[in-house]
């Protein structure tokens, strides 16, 4: 243990543990910027600088080890200047615009400049304005508020090991950006988001699409339906205020039907009809020898991904829509047909944890009829959070109420789809039972489950072993599609979600995600799934009846005009 | 000249080159620049992400992006040769050249550069063309290693 | 005679690019005497020297050596011969006139500490110290002094010479380790520091090209003999560069104790034209400015140590009263703008406002308050940057400050 003092207080820890750790221990605040739990230690703001007594130089608590006999003061006035002479420094080189910034209120700058109590900067503005990136359906990048704190390019190398941004240039000319300052639409950037979820202020924020669902709304001709994905159930109270993982799924079906939708529905629902039909795809592959290891296609990051770095193995994607577009899909045929619609008049609205679904959506595949998106407007978790504010909604106290018919009854299947590892499980739940024509004993498969970054399991089907994988970010997924791509994966089933945690830690989700917060998200997802009166895809009436009522059968005619497609090499 | 191919099959294929690769094959060329298709085939040589390649290019006062003049004229302008006068070097390069600090004559024969102390404070001030470094420099002494330049090319 | 040439004895009296040259002048003796001692008392005998760390912070230099032989495993030692300060070249006259005295400097300590792999970082302007120094590495492979079992004494070292490309940053110790990696030079959060984490996160020994130049003599000599030099404090002599507005500039060696005040008159012979001298700016760049009156101080690293800067590298700029105060200090600024690599905020932004302060001051538009900005600021970018350029690159600032206060009013608005 090592024996120091903060602000005169004693404090003892364990070797190696930082000053700011150590302070926070104890409850002391060290104000932090570039700080972001779960990345590096990067030690470029120097925003938490204290005193150590006896040293001339200020020391970065983030970055330094704590040392038996230090004596720390956190608050000097010589640490209270420097702090603020840094934040002005900041200040004078950002767009701080503030109330007009979509992260206002919720930006790390402005709170911190709140804080030290900066009502006056010594130092004029030097910001040379440059264009905004904003050639991408996802992401919008405005470097005139980049803080160059290097978080996002933190995420993009190392959790994602995409390489999309870095540092160009040196001093204060540095930008952070894709090489030759281009746009994120000529790298192979798969709009993942992560970098979005981690900017502490509004330099790469999603694109905003609540102006297009007002208009809808307020649009008298417009049947305007939305889905929700299952990920948002556990995310949009904690953007609303609530607790990190508050399972809050009626509420949101209210707060919906509040902002005006004509119906809400349940992205859970497609969910289910992609474990029918991908189980399907597996146990044709299985039993015809086709194409194995099949890679599950619900998440756009990932399909983005192999599509510009993988082209080698697309023949090992699934051809199945991602639930999203099966829903966007059955919206603009089979239920305009049943609700006596003309599909053009049918307005198909999603609430995803997503800002790759962003791009998704816009896809010309995605088109039944060639011409109409099937999915019309894709919002993030946060977008949502953003208009149910602007309503001036009360989320917290709102009464939950039911998703709308026909696709009203989901099960815990689809559920988990929004933690990593979900997606195999629920298909597992199937195929076992399909295949093996025997009930599970056991329908928890928890060797898939949790957060390591691969996770393996063996299933028996028809009488022999076959092994399967589960990764989660584009880093992992790199280390499977290698192994695809030089014919050495073990596996039949791999699934792959492109953000870490999977959609419960989308790039659309509430900013501050850390580890802690991914897994009170994914134990809320297991809790909906244990809540459930149906638990397997396969059991689900509103599917069967869905089959029966119009697709007639899994992998048939139908299902491959409206639940298939397949995806092309865009390598770079 | 030589290629980008000949250059790099010189060096391992290990991230730790990537400098001393950029500089050779950049001091070969005639516009002094390292293309992007020339980062393209590094990146799949070295097998590193074109998006570092670019940050370090970007970093290096030496290495550069966009062409350059067949003569990049550096001119040193910190204190020991501020001193002994290289405010007057530089307008007298300005006059000759007729392009000022970063421009590139419409020939494309020079590139005029202030640079940062080239360790030549004994014998300032200096500038350095290419890999050339020539001292004690005076508008007199300028003018005629300016006109030899051009008269080579001729 | 002010001068004693230790260091440079061997300038203008070898040839450089001759091996022979250098072993028919003592060379690579001293490398003979140390295979046949046992490693650590070499080291032993460097700290009995007392010398210190020739870039500039005079750190001691056998603290480091023993760290790194501490460490087991792959260790690297690098020679920094990035010499960007403004106003130094004392490092390119090394290498350019003396240059297997470094690499006898390096093989010695390369034996003593068990290191394998040697890297010498030259920046990139300085193209004929790197062609002389890839042939200096040359002849000494084949003559056995480097490569594979060094002198039939079993053990291998290798040097590669490394280019920098334009970066003065290059010269703090983990922003040439990330260059050496093939990266931009960004310098890293300490700890750990380069002995124990540097090139590929493995142990590395830093040194200037002046304190590797100096082992072969403390080896051969005996590092008591080299105690004797100089001051108690600042063992040996110091290679001086003269810059500026003097008669004679140029490189000059002398013992430690030696006044700046001798330096400038006695081997410059003064000023150009019977000038007086404005300003003396020691070190470079990152350096004091101090007046004419503090010239008596003498070369020595405690008397340094007042400025809170690399003082020691032994840059002495003479710059007469031609010269206003603010035309060198917004060189010097606009060079610290031009060089920062941009990663942490205070020197990221502080050199731009600190750029804007001092414009203020020229154009008569300061007020005091612009006074107090600019020494608060100075103070801010020197105690919280992350890496030295930024910690140090205030001196000049700083220093004028405290002695040329009268000239800042001057230009006051009130």
Known sequence: MVNFKINNIDISVEENTTILQAARKHHIDIPTLCNYPDLEIKSECRVCVVEINGEKKLFTSCSTIAKEGMIVNTNSPKVLNARKTILELILANHDAVCATCPKNLNCELQTLANKLGIDENRFPTVLEVKPIDNKNPALIRNINRCIKCGRCIDVCKSIQSMNVLDVMGRGQNIEITPAYGKFLTDESCTYCGQCSSVCPVGAIIEKDDTDPVWEALNNPNLHVIVQVAPAVRVSLGEELGMEPGSIVTEKVVSALKYLGFDAVYDTDFTADLTIIEEGNELIDRITNGGVLPIMTSCCPGWINYVEQKYPEILDHISSCKSPQQMFGALAKSYYAEKMKLDPKNIFVVSIMPCTAKKYEAKREEMRIDSVNPDVDVVLTTRELGKMVRQMGINFESIEGSPFDKPFGITTGAAAIFGATGGVMEAALRTVYEVVNKEELKDINFTMVRGTDGIKEAEVELGGQKVKVAVAHTLANAKILSDQVKNGTSPYVFIEIMACPGGCIGGGGQPYGTTAEIRQKRIDAIYKVDENMTIRKSHENPDIKALYDDYLEKPLGHKSHQLLHTHYHSRKK | MISLKEVLKKYPKKEEYLIEILLEFQTSKKNHYISSEDVSTISEYLDIPESQICSVISFYTLLSMTPKGKYVVQVCHDVPCFVNDATNIYEKLVELLGVSDGETTPDSLFTLEITECLGCCNVAPAMRINNEVYTSLTPAKIETIINDLRGEVK | ?414
Request: glycine share 10%; hydrophobic share 35%.
């Open chain 3, 1 to 414: 005679m002010i001068q004693m040439k230790v260091i440079s004895k061997r300038f203008g009296q070898i040839n450089p690019l001759s091996i022979d040259s250098y072993i028919k002048a003592e060379g690579y003796e001293a490398l003979k005497k140390a295979v046949a001692m046992h490693p650590s008392k070499i080291i032993d005998e460097i700290e009995i020297s007392k010398i210190r760390g020739r870039g500039g912070a005079g750190f001691p230099a056998y603290i480091k050596l023993r760290a790194l032989s501490n460490e087991t495993g792959n260790k690297y030692i690098v020679c920094n011969a990035d010499e960007g300060e403004p106003g130094n070249f004392k490092d390119r006259m090394i290498m350019e006139n003396d240059p297997h005295a470094i690499l006898e400097g390096m093989v010695i300590m390369a034996y003593a500490t068990g290191s394998t792999q040697g890297y010498i970082y030259i920046r990139g302007e300085y193209q004929n110290a790197m062609n002389i120094f890839k042939k200096t590495i040359k002849a000494a492979e084949e003559c056995g002094y480097l490569g594979k079992n060094i002198l039939d004494k079993g053990f291998d070292f290798n040097v590669e010479v490394r280019s920098g490309a334009g970066s003065y940053v290059c010269g703090e110790e983990f922003s040439m380790i990330e260059s050496i990696e093939g990266k931009p030079g960004r310098s890293r959060t300490k700890p750990p520091f380069p002995t124990e984490k540097g090139i590929h996160n493995r142990p590395t020994l830093i040194n200037n090209v002046e304190t590797f130049a100096n082992f072969p003599h403390i080896v051969l000599n005996g590092g008591k003999k080299f105690a004797e030099i100089g001051t108690p404090s600042s063992t040996g002599t110091k290679l001086i560069s003269l810059s500026g507005n003097v008669k004679n500039k140029g490189l000059y060696e002398v013992p430690f104790g030696t006044s700046i005040r001798d330096v400038i008159f006695k081997l410059g012979k003064g000023l150009e034209n019977n000038r007086s001298i404005k300003m003396v700016q020691l070190g470079g760049a990152s350096g004091p400015i101090i007046p004419e009156y503090m010239l008596d101080m003498s070369i020595d690293f405690d008397r340094f140590e007042n400025f809170d800067s690399k003082t020691g590298t032994g840059a002495i700029i003479v710059i007469d009263d031609r010269f206003d105060i603010f035309d060198i200090l917004l060189i010097n600024m606009k060079f610290f703008v031009h060089q920062s690599c941009g990663k942490c905020t205070p020197c990221r932004e502080g050199h731009v406002q600190i750029v804007n302060l001092l414009n203020k001051f020229i154009s008569h538009r300061a007020t005091e308050k612009d006074l107090m900005s600019l020494e608060n600021l100075a103070y801010v970018i020197q105690q919280t940057s992350l890496c030295g350029l930024g910690q140090t690159s205030m001196t000049s600032i700083i220093s004028s400050l405290r002695y040329f206060r009268d000239d800042y009013f001057a230009k006051v608005r009130y």
